[in-house]
């Protein structure tokens, strides 16, 4: 049987319980490659691993289960240190293999080949990673621009490979908002493109962020291909009212896509986290958006194949 792949070892995919399918619980913006690091403002920023474990104590209490951390190994990833947090808070973590967006793309990815990276993520996702032996459990691809290309590209195709190596799904950031007026609003098309180009079956990606800017002809067309369609940015309302994000999720539902949805609120910034800053916390699924969902007439059987039953089909494999 095909296992969901955890920092604390293999588990049964009905094992995971009500699940996030993106977050962060440890990352540093400042961990920049090719940019001057922020200085200023809220950027990316969780460091303080005792409030992880009582943020994560909080999601467990109202009946979480599980969160896939999509930092990765080059802007805080530590999975040694994940270990202890799911042990200390009980929730299940997934670790992340791949890549973050062309800021946080290491300077030794230009010279290496997309082979030679395949093989480094294929190790991260079979033997161990940061030093520890457990594994990541998914692949990340990013995109910082309206089109993809470059750096970006060849990252995208080493994790193809690993992906198809491994039979590990493959989770994207894509950069969906109005400034770059990206055609179908994210990249998730180009996805596609390059991962048919592949071979990578269309059941192994994830198109994230498409609660950033939405077209649901899109979303929906996403779908009808196989990918997972992922709001997970939820309670991020600079982008969309999350009462949108709940009419958005009826509507895939509506047009047969119920077992495609994916969900996620990717709190990366002490102010999204920490009610203290204003911060919505790890709970804002299960104490508001569940709620928002049963407003718009989402069942709960509905709501238990989105949260418990998809992230286990969409992260299990070997
Ligand atoms: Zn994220």
Known sequence: MK?????????????????????HILCD???????DPPTRGAYMLLDDRERAVSELKKFKDLGGGAMVELTT???????????????????????????????????HVDERSIARLADDLIVELTE?????????????SAIHFDRIGGVEEKCLRAVARASIATGAAITTHTPGTRRQEIPGANVGMQHVRILREEGVPLDRLVVGHTDEHADINVLAELAEFGCYVQFDVL??????????????????IRRGHLKKILLGTDRCRRTELYEEHGGVGYTFILDTF?????????????????????????LAYG
């Open 235 to 252: 309670g991020k309302t600079h982008y969309m009212l999350d009462l949108t994000r709940a009419k958005l999720t009826r509507e895939m």
């Open 29 to 35: 913006a400042r961990m920049t490659h090719r940019t």
């Open 128 to 140: 161990g990673a940061d030093g520890a032996e457990a594994t990541a459990g998914i692949l990340k």
């Open 73 to 107: 190994a080059a802007w805080g990833r530590d999975i040694k240190v994940l270990q202890r947090i799911s042990e200390e808070s009980g929730v299940h973590i997934v670790a992340t293999a791949g890549f973050y967006t062309w800021p946080y793309i290491p300077r």
């Open 3 to 23: 296992k969901v792949h955890t920092v604390q070892g293999p588990i049964d995919p009905d094992q995971l319980g009500f699940t996030h399918t993106h977050e």
């Open 290 to 314: 569940v709620g928002m969902l049963e407003a718009e007439g989402v069942s709960t059987s509905e709501i238990d194949r989105i949260c418990r039953v998809n992230p286990g089909e969409m």
